[in-house]
């Protein structure tokens, strides 16, 4: 049944439906073979959704778009590049920088590569910069918008994985960082040998100017976390009071926002999260009848008996999401990923949270990868270019981020 239910939802994929639908008219169809009741659908399905954690999912969806459609962004950007333009080929490190400025804010590796990407890319052609190279970096450092909190995969891992969501922010800020670090090398290192330009001058009266006027955008992530971590509110509480400060900064702070834009950016961001929330009650459904015919333990006992080396069966995990990455958008793969693998991380002793985090960070690798790629598609419609010349030009971002996805998995491991 699990062979009839996989080979069917590639087939249905190959065929261009939705994954969402794949993944419901698959498991559909095996729970139809294996005669259970098709009532069980539904009440899984319902089920999967059927968290109070997941109020989070909306709102920091719709809190980044606010701050993404105002300028936000552009004041991030500006903050960046009067700390570091400077530098040769600073104009490339200020786009990664705004990039984890804005992952803490946005929660999403698409909402981030078109926020840095809409502001940026004009001024990076403006400054001779290579468009393909600049884009992919910009898609590059989207991913980390998923791996610095507050981060929507994460939410879900937490619900599915029934885990603490913010012992997994916590545990998000090293690997984004280090993410964000290896792409400023790579870009400093292309700076020299392109012989790209520097930015803006160094000065500390630019610098102050321009952090007083990202100050009210650099307070959202001080409050979401700030409020989190102190214990004054919940995860999903402080997906709200982001949404709030929001408005309230874009209305009558910035004034860069009226209530027209707001209610288009309510509908939008209600739109996604319909189809993020399909996606979850499908692959719900699916986990169930996964777990019904003991798929995760017979393949964990499996994967197991091939070797006592932690290493060797982690570095096969690694390969594993990757692949999936690659094929199947976040969401969907940490859903379909989690219920297979958690059995056999923890077999392997590796803790629950950890194991999270390196899924987050390998999916995330996926949105620069080809066909699936989010990242690139925002970035070459922020561009204008082919995705066969970003997707060219993201190479060596790409390598860099699967070394440090290694570091996330492997130094632990050495370490315990």
Known sequence: MSLLLFGLFFVLLLLGLPVAVAIFGATLVALQGDGVPLLVLPQQMFAGVDSFALVAVPMFILAGDIMAEGQVSARLVALADAMIGFLKGGLSIVS???????????????????????????????????PASAASLIAAGGTIGVVIPPSVPMIIYAVIAQESVSKLFLSGFLPGLAMGVGLIIVALVQGHRRAYPRGSAFSLATIWRTFRAAFWGLM???????????????PSESAVIAVNYAILVSLFIYRDLNLRDIYRLFIRAAVTTAVIM??????????????NWQVPTRLADLVLGLSTNSFVLLGLMLILILLTGVFIETASALIILTPILLPLATGLGIDPVHFGIILVVGLAIGMITPPVAINLYVASSVTKLSLERIAGAVVPYLLVLIGVLMLVAFVPLMLR
């Open 96 to 130: 990664v920088l705004a990039s984890m400025f804005f992952a803490a804010i946005s929660g999403s590796g698409a909402a981030t590569t078109a926020a840095v990407g809409s502001t940026l890319v004009p001024e990076l052609k403006r400054k001779g910069y290579d």
């Open 278 to 291: 399909f996606v979850i009650s499908a692959s719900a459904a699916l986990s169930w009848a996964l777990s």
């Open 220 to 234: 959202t992530p001080v409050i979401i976390l700030g409020g989190i971590f102190s214990g004054v509110f919940t």
